[in-house]
T-cell receptor, first 114, second 106 residues
Framework: DAGVIQSPRHEVTEMGQEVTLRCKPI?????LFWYRQTMMRGLELLIY????????DSGMPEDRFSAKMPNASFSTLKIQPSEPRDSAVYFC????????????FGNGTRLTVT | GQNIDQPTEMTATEGAIVQINCTYQ??????LFWYQQHAGEAPTFLSY??LDGLEEKGRFSSFLSRSKGYSYLLLKELQMKDSASYLC???????WGAGTKLIIKP
């Protein structure tokens, strides 16, 4: 089992640029989550999908953030335009069955916006 | 409001036992997770409590009291590799605590 795969592992970009983070969940998992982690705010849920449908996006900070899941094996989180305060580690996680199942996290993408 | 409290940091000695507490006040409750996160890595699943009582899994045990809004993670025979942050999360919109950084000293 390859686990949850995220790319890129590191991303450094300038303020105002578009950033796209990618995630491949574990095969057979029907729920996918995007999290952001910072020292100040800890782990924050941005959005989660169930069977490719967004269920809760209340954690998405603002319109600059968008997430898609076009099929069961791929999701993207896009930030446009990026700002320095978006600097964080972004984790993707998947589970077999929504919130009540253990999450399997990817290795994360460390985003730095200068 | 929704609130989960954990100690920020704890220190323990190799070979000893440590208990990490988690208290919560949430609008609902379906269960509580514990995760371990080593520095620079992703969180990994440790335990899931739905009913009151103690769940034992090797050197790690987790306890839940729903009436008290309280859980703890018990780590026995501490090893240096147990140095990590430990996060509890309440399964009701999956609310996360800030995590407890555990430092193990020889």
């Amino acid at each position: 089992d390859a686990g949850v795969i995220q790319s890129p592992r590191h991303e450094v970009t300038e303020m105002g640029q578009e950033v796209t983070l990618r995630c491949k969940p574990i095969s057979g998992h029907n729920s996918l989550f995007w999290y952001r982690q910072t020292m100040m705010r800890g782990l924050e849920l941005l959005i989660y999908f169930n069977n490719n449908v967004p269920i809760d996006d209340s954690g998405m900070p603002e319109d600059r953030f968008s997430a898609k899941m076009p099929n069961a094996s791929f999701s993207t989180l896009k930030i446009q335009p990026s700002e320095p305060r978006d600097s964080a580690v972004y984790f993707c996680a998947s589970s077999l069955g929504g919130l009540n199942s253990p999450l399997h996290f990817g290795n994360g993408t460390r985003l730095t916006v200068t | 409001g929704q609130n989960i409290d954990q100690p920020t940091e704890m220190t323990a000695t190799e070979g000893a036992i440590v208990q990490i507490n988690c208290t919560y006040q949430t609008s609902g409750f379906n269960g509580l997770f514990w995760y371990q996160q080593h520095a620079g890595e992703a969180p990994t699943f440790l335990s899931y409590n739905v009913l009151d009582g103690l769940e034992e899994k090797g050197r790690f045990s987790s306890f839940l009291s729903r009436s008290k809004g309280y859980s703890y993670l018990l780590l026995k025979e501490l090893q240096m590799k147990d140095s990590a942050s430990y996060l509890c999360a309440v399964v009701y919109q999956l609310i996360w605590g800030a995590g407890t950084k555990l430092i193990i000293k020889p």
